[in-house]
């Protein structure tokens, strides 16, 4: 999920560091308010052997990626041929059942593991103490020898109702550990509402 594109979110909150070790600094640029949630603009600077660390992971990650998006295409379009087999003798609805249960199968083999180190880790705390992790819904990097940069967005739905956001930041992989930041919103849902639509606003110009 991510924000409308076609509304012009409110600044609430901007430059904060979230996590800091020897060499890696993660940290928020602006936290931006909508109707129905929060973007949040992270970037990580990484120096020398953790620099080279993320890297490494980011490469390795995307291979990793295409591999398995390969092979999920193979899944999904076995499932496919299949279901369309079994239509013939088992009925179209059967065989519908048939293929979705199979592409159930596929997502749960497919869903993202956090566990793999491969960037950010961005989390949410709930009222009732649980983490809900965030995804980036996009992000951009660039890598040297000796000098790592991830530029990070991530949206977090619903607004917080008191104005309060715990957010958990970790990156131990490349020497950042966990670390909890409470940031207060005052007037969110005020500042929220004063989200306006870009097309009202070019009509000002």
Same mark, same amino acid.
């Given at each position: 999920?991510?924000?409308?594109?076609?509304?012009?979110?409110?600044?609430?909150?901007?430059?904060?560091?979230?996590?800091?070790?020897?060499?890696?600094?993660?940290?928020?640029?602006?936290?931006?308010?909508?109707?129905?949630?929060?973007?949040?603009?992270?970037?990580?600077?990484?120096?020398?052997?953790? =620099? @080279? &660390? #993320?890297? $490494?992971?980011? +490469? /390795? *990650?995307?291979? !990793?990626?295409? =591999? @398995? &998006? #390969?092979? $999920?295409?193979? +899944? /999904? *379009?076995?499932? !496919?041929?299949?279901? @369309? &087999? #079994?239509?013939?003798?088992?009925?179209?609805?059967?065989?519908?059942?048939?293929?979705?249960?199979?592409?159930?199968?596929?997502?749960?083999?497919?869903?993202?593991?956090?566990?793999?180190?491969?960037?950010?880790?961005?989390?949410?705390?709930?009222?009732?103490?649980?983490?809900?992790?965030?995804?980036?819904?996009?992000?951009?990097?660039?890598?040297?020898?000796?000098?790592?940069?991830?530029?990070?967005?991530?949206?977090?739905?619903?607004?917080?109702?008191?104005?309060?956001?715990?957010?958990?930041?970790?990156?131990?992989?490349?020497?950042?550990?966990?670390?909890?930041?409470?940031?207060?919103?005052?007037?969110?849902?005020?500042?929220?509402?004063?989200?306006?639509?870009?097309?009202?606003?070019?009509?000002?110009?």
């Amino acid at each position: 999920m991510q924000p409308d594109e076609e509304l012009l979110g409110v600044v609430v909150h901007s430059g904060l560091v979230l996590a800091r070790s020897q060499n890696v600094v993660a940290a928020l640029r602006r936290i931006t308010a909508f109707p129905a949630g929060l973007s949040l603009d992270a970037v990580v600077l990484a120096h020398d052997v953790h =620099a @080279e &660390a #993320a890297g $490494r992971r980011e +490469r /390795e *990650t995307t291979v !990793q990626r295409a =591999a @398995e &998006a #390969a092979e $999920r295409q193979g +899944r /999904e *379009t076995a499932a !496919q041929q299949e279901s @369309e &087999a #079994a239509a013939g003798w088992e009925g179209t609805a059967a065989a519908e059942r048939e293929r979705l249960r199979k592409q159930a199968m596929i997502e749960r083999r497919f869903l993202p593991k956090f566990d793999e180190g491969d960037t950010l880790r961005l989390a949410v705390l709930t009222p009732f103490g649980e983490v809900q992790w965030l995804d980036a819904y996009q992000s951009t990097s660039s890598s040297t020898e000796d000098r790592y940069r991830l530029e990070a967005a991530y949206w977090v739905t619903p607004l917080p109702r008191d104005g309060l956001l715990p957010l958990v930041c970790a990156w131990p992989e490349i020497g950042l550990p966990e670390t909890v930041t409470d940031v207060v919103l005052p007037d969110l849902a005020v500042h929220a509402a004063g989200t306006q639509a870009l097309w009202d606003v070019a009509e000002d110009f």
